[in-house]
């Protein structure tokens, strides 16, 4: 198993533009979720997914989109970037028994991104 | 609004000793609570984690002592070793219909172990 995997590793953006982070998983979670991390800071949720087709919206959703077409792909788009963005991003997933259940959750590696 | 909160940004033991990291938090609704361990340029890792139904959990040199009415959860590693210097997130989540397993994160805590 690969678990959560995440691309790119690294980007720098210019203020205006676009690009979606990519994140997939190979344990069949039903859960996944984008935090972002700014330097000194916990993680914050962007928005959270709780199964093909259904999304919602986190703690900072401002500036993003998600979709999830897939149970193992839960990619987030920025569509204008701007230097707020600039963060690490990391994708998490997790099975939970239901929707009062509570478990571990795996994350990614992480993105870096810099918008300039 | 912090709802959880490790209000030490860092930590220096010396290896074989006990390190405490602590964690406090605001919201009555939480009642399952992990720690993660993150190393620089990796994504956090799970450590431990504690149900609001017990006051500690025992994995190895890892234990986390939950003290509910005092709205506190610490994590206690014995003995330490260098290997564990990394920082560490306390993460609170609530149970519930709506909860969906979101997880809230303290700033974390860095920890120095020196051989």
């Not at chain 1, 949720?45 to 149970?71: H, M």
Request: aromatic share 12%; hydrophobic share 30%; charged share 15%.
């Amino acid at each position: 198993n690969a678990g959560v995997t995440q691309t790119p590793k690294f980007r720098i953006l210019k203020i205006g533009q676009s690009m979606t982070l990519q994140c997939a998983q190979d344990m069949n979670h039903n859960y996944m979720y984008w935090y972002r991390q700014d330097p000194g800071m916990g993680l914050k949720l962007i928005y959270y997914s709780v199964g093909a087709g259904i999304t919602d919206k986190g703690e900072v959703p401002n500036g993003y989109n998600v979709s999830r077409s897939t149970t193992e792909d839960f990619p987030l788009r920025l569509e204008l970037a701007a230097p707020s963005q600039t963060s690490v991003y990391f994708c998490a997933s997790t099975r939970l028994a239901g929707v009062g259940g509570t478990d571990t959750q795996y994350f990614g590696p992480g993105t870096r991104l810099t918008v300039l | 609004d912090q709802q959880v909160k490790q209000n030490s940004p860092s930590l220096s033991v010396q290896e074989g000793r006990i390190s405490i990291l602590n964690c406090d938090y605001t919201n009555s609704m939480f009642d399952y609570f992990l720690w993660y361990k993150k190393y620089p340029a990796e994504g956090p890792t799970f450590l431990i984690s504690i149900s609001s139904i017990k006051d500690k959990n025992e994995d190895g040199r890892f234990t986390v002592f939950l003290n509910k009415s005092a709205k506190h959860l610490s994590l206690h590693i014995v003995p330490s070793q260098p290997g564990d210097s990394a920082v560490y997130f306390c993460a609170a989540s609530a149970a519930g219909g709506t909860s969906y397993g979101k997880l809230t994160f303290g700033q974390g805590t860095i920890l120095t172990v020196h051989p």
